[in-house]
């Protein structure tokens, strides 16, 4: 058991925290009972269990980590105090992850997949794309593509607010250019949402197969990305606001397009 935090493993999990880490190993790190049983029945590529024995008194997760022991899962066990330094919760379960991110390509992309695709542009926060990744997964949706600068999927706060379902959605990453190039011969559909758009979302029949393409908290689409969709819709607003919150208008239109399957 490992008892202290300067250990050059728990830093190397530490060290997960950042992007920069995240994205020159292609690992993450998860905690929590649910988040780490989701990824064990996605059968997501976990390379090690973090355990500390003293914080972990759930006989299921418990159960869990001998389940994956026995599969020779690598179990890492340590001090309550340092799976603490580990932890961003104000209750530690103690039971972690360091998982082995998975990325799709623009070619896996196919039309036979799910309720639709998901497109973001230059998607900023990272709880709102964990809040439309778990509304994708409610919904049915294949998956996420995420265009141009985008926040991390594997995120810590992403992790939370996507309530394990990061690992039952598609995850692309892609240039605008890439997209628009490989879009002409997708075979796909591609409507976006557009304040300025004359179309009611609920008006509007979408066609299959589908990508949604919604733009950045900020910006929205602009006039290429706009141009490049078959159609835009808007979502009618009544109060002083001047926008809904990005995962807010997803979820409207995702649930607007499985209420017409």
């Known amino acids: 058991m490992l008892t202290s935090k300067h250990n050059p493993a728990i830093k190397q999990i530490r060290a997960l925290r950042q992007r920069r880490e995240r994205e020159a190993t292609g690992l993450f790190f998860i905690e929590g009972i649910r988040n780490v049983t989701e990824a064990v029945q996605a059968q997501a590529p ?13 006989q299921f997760a418990q159960d869990l980590v001998e389940q994956q022991r026995q599969q020779a899962i690598p179990i890492l066990e340590v001090s309550g105090e340092v799976f603490a330094s ?32 998901i497109a973001l542009n230059a998607i900023s926060d990272p709880g709102n794309l964990g809040t439309i990744l778990r509304t994708g997964d409610a919904v ?103 926008s809904l919150n990005l995962a807010v208008a997803t979820g409207v239109l995702l649930y607007e397009i499985l209420a017409q399957r």
């Open 46 to 58: 976990i390379e090690q269990l973090i355990v500390a024995p003293d914080l972990l008194r759930s």
């Open 140 to 242: 049915g949706a294949a998956g996420v593509i995420l265009l141009g600068d985008c926040t991390d999927p594997y995120d810590p706060a992403t992790g939370r607010a996507s309530m394990g379902t990061l690992f039952s959605q598609r995850l692309v990453k892609a240039t605008w250019a890439e997209f628009s190039q490989w879009f002409g011969q997708s075979g796909f559909n591609l409507v976006g949402a557009a304040d300025s758009a004359s179309s009611h979302y609920r008006d509007y029949a979408y066609p299959q197969p589908l990508i949604l393409l919604m733009g950045s908290e900020r910006e929205g689409l602009d006039a290429e990305q706009q141009a490049q969709c078959q159609a835009l819709v808007s979502i009618p607003m009544r109060g002083q606001a001047d």
């Open 86 to 117: 580990l932890s961003s919760k104000d209750g530690p379960q103690g039971l972690a992850a360091v998982v082995r991110q998975q990325w799709a390509s623009l070619a896996d992309v196919r039309p036979d997949q799910g309720l639709c695709w």
